[in-house]
């Protein structure tokens, strides 16, 4: 029986940086990004802290790679090896809720690119071969206690329910397990089926980020924590240039929105928040491209200090 309907793009170790990164392209690790995006765009949620088709876009155009602390080095390094673990506990955990008919669990270490959708790739974390001869993708997840809660319940975490429906479509598969070892204990062996409509609303927004990517369009910028930290690392911080931008476009439409936002702020705080978080970040990406530390923007004057933090005042 054949494995999955997917093609095999890479074969091999798929645990750190390494070759099969360059055969990735929206990876199903990535898909709730755009999702959570798109929702917050839409205004059904509220702006995401790390999703940013901004920042998926620098990495897959090759321009950006995110730079981690020790700390969480450690914990994706942790993350990676707990895989054998987990795979290895697997089907002893699965059995325990009902679930038989399991031969044996073996590692991923495949890039599998879809048949149908050029930018669709995926790397299961594992392959459960049942007695009936199907192989079943798997995924294995770590956490700490922090979420432990919401992993807590009958449904998969929100950010990997779009994971699991990427890899089904990927592989052509009706469902798949994924089991986590969190706060330094199983979670329950979650079975996730396919949801055709969950799918078509990703590929739909999937669509239309690869045809402007295609196109060299880059996303807007959504004004969040890991947007600001992502332009640090792009663009080299201006110690001693300052200069006067007048005039442009970003400066016309910032002088607009920041006094409005401003004089209505205590009118409607987080909205007028997230507005001016926004702009904020799309005044600090110019400056970064330009090489300046002092901008005017109308009566307001933006700095940049030695760290890259901006202010406006």
């Known amino acids: 029986m054949c494995k999955h309907n997917a093609i095999v793009v890479f074969k091999g170790d798929t645990t750190n940086q390494g070759e099969w990164l360059k055969h990735r392209k929206i990876g199903a690790s990535s898909i709730h990004n755009l999702v959570e995006a798109d929702r917050y765009q839409k205004g059904f949620i509220e702006k995401p802290e790390y999703s940013s088709p901004w920042i998926l876009y620098q990495e897959l155009k090759g321009y950006y790679k995110p730079i981690f602390s020790d700390f969480m080095q450690d914990k994706l390094d942790f993350g990676h090896f707990a895989e054998d673990f987990i795979r290895g506990k697997f089907k002893e955990?699965?059995?325990?809720?009902?679930?038989?008919?399991?031969?044996?669990?073996?590692?991923?270490?495949?890039?599998?690119?879809?048949?149908?959708?050029?930018?669709?790739?995926?790397?299961?974390?594992?392959?459960?071969?049942?007695?009936?001869?199907?192989?079943?993708?798997?995924?294995?997840?770590?956490?700490?206690?922090?979420?432990?809660?919401?992993?807590?319940?009958?449904?998969?975490?929100?950010?990997?329910?779009?994971?699991?429906?990427?890899?089904?479509?990927?592989?052509?598969?009706?469902?798949?397990?994924?089991?986590g070892w969190i706060n330094n204990r199983f979670t329950k062996v979650f079975t996730v089926k396919k949801d055709d409509n969950f799918i078509k609303i990703m590929l739909e927004i999937t669509r239309n980020f690869w045809e402007?990517?295609?196109?060299?369009?880059?996303?807007?910028?959504?004004?969040?924590?890991?947007?600001?930290?992502?332009?640090?690392?792009?663009?080299?911080?201006?110690?001693?240039?300052?200069?006067?931008?007048?005039?442009?476009?970003?400066?016309n439409e910032a002088i607009e929105i920041l006094k409005n936002a401003l004089d209505d702020f205590k009118e409607s705080e987080k909205k007028n928040k997230n507005i001016i978080e926004s702009t904020k970040i799309k005044i600090k990406k110019e400056m970064l491209e330009k090489g300046i530390s002092t901008m005017n923007v109308g009566s307001l004057i933006a700095k940049l200090n030695a760290r890259g933090a901006l202010s406006i005042a």
């Open 93 to 179: 955990k699965a059995e325990q809720q009902g679930i038989l008919g399991i031969k044996n669990v073996s590692p991923g270490e495949e890039v599998l690119q879809s048949r149908e959708h050029e930018f669709m790739t995926c790397t299961p974390d594992g392959w459960v071969l049942m007695e009936t001869g199907e192989y079943i993708p798997m995924e294995c997840k770590t956490g700490d206690s922090f979420q432990w809660q919401e992993w807590s319940s009958d449904c998969v975490p929100d950010k990997y329910y779009s994971q699991c429906q990427w890899i089904l479509e990927c592989t052509g598969k009706p469902y798949m397990f994924i089991l």
């Open 212 to 251: 402007k990517f295609n196109q060299n369009i880059e996303p807007e910028l959504i004004g969040n924590k890991i947007e600001a930290e992502a332009l640090g690392i792009l663009y080299e911080i201006p110690k001693k240039d300052i200069k006067k931008i007048e005039n442009t476009e970003l400066e």
